[in-house]
């Protein structure tokens, strides 16, 4: 899945997965680089049951955040990366 469009991204919070926790949390955290480009602190990569971002790529372990920005993530994974393991939907 590794390509050079995929950014691994330090520190995520994993309640709901974001990096715009910087100020309330005790580790280091990157920062959105979606929210850096657009001078925001709003964008999360999921809130639980509500939504995903576009260009959320998954999680790596421990709590590396995997981010296609300014990418889209169907643009840059593979249909078998797609597709969700627990449920078996494909990314549209």
Known sequence: MMNGKIRQLKGGHLGDIDLV???KVSWEQAV?????AEGVNTHKCTVKYTSI???FCGVKYLD???CSYPYENVDVLSREE???PCCGNVAK
Do not use: F, G, M, R
């Open 21 to 23: 926790s910087q100020d």
């Open 32 to 36: 959105c680089p979606w929210n850096e």
């Open 64 to 66: 590396t955040i995997l």
């Open 82 to 84: 797609a597709v969700c």
């Open 53 to 55: 971002c576009k260009y």
